[in-house]
């Protein structure tokens, strides 16, 4: 019996100076993963994304723990990739989770294919390939950031807006707003309306390249029944 319960105490067969060095070379991987991810995330979270810093952290630690755990579950076994194929295939389904349908327009493509690559990269950190994490971290942030900037410099990203005019008279609003889509070439549609006192308010999104958001912001400004004209980010944008 005695010897029964140190076997399961000594996991693997491991002495206890093998655990030590595996732990410590285990720690310094894991803490990588843990600050590449987390940078991943600080971008997403700054955009007030689903996926933030906690859980980009989390994935790429994970992944890179898994990672890590493969080659040792394996043991003599020639198949070390089992547990790394799972990852994949389960960072799919998280991934999925992350898209939706909404209003005639997928969202969380993006969000879902940083979780992925997000994942990739703790897997190499969990086999200590640490010069080409650091490299996918920076392309996956630049490809982000800069070409996110790009798109948009070059009128090429078409990204959601939300309009909010604000007057005394709805209809008329609806009636300058609907003329200044006309002349947009857009359809209006999702029209949200309520009132606070004397002050009415009518709201409603579009999808549209830098450009055509500002004519048509332009163009309502202008309008004498839109006493004011706010635009918000759409918090589905990806």
Known sequence: MNMLLDQISQPLNFDWLQQVSVVNGAVGRLLTACLLGGLVGLEREVKR????VRTNLLICMGAAFFTLLSVVLAGDSSDK???ASNIVQGIGFLGA????????RVSG????ATVFVVASIGMACGTGLYAAAI????????ALEGVGFLERRANLKLY??????RGADQNKMLTSILEAMD???ERLSSIDRDEIGDLQRVSFSLTATKKKHENLRGQLAAEPTIQALLTFRDPEED
Request: hydrophobic share 50%; proline share 3%.
């Open 49 to 52: 994304k689903a996926a933030g």
């Open 81 to 83: 990739s089992r547990v």
């Open 97 to 104: 989770g992350l898209i939706l349908h909404n209003r005639s």
């Open 109 to 112: 493509l993006t969000s879902a």
């Open 135 to 142: 490299s996918a971290t920076f392309i996956v942030i630049l």
């Open 160 to 165: 959601p807006l939300v309009y909010e005019a």
């Open 183 to 185: 002349r947009a070439g």
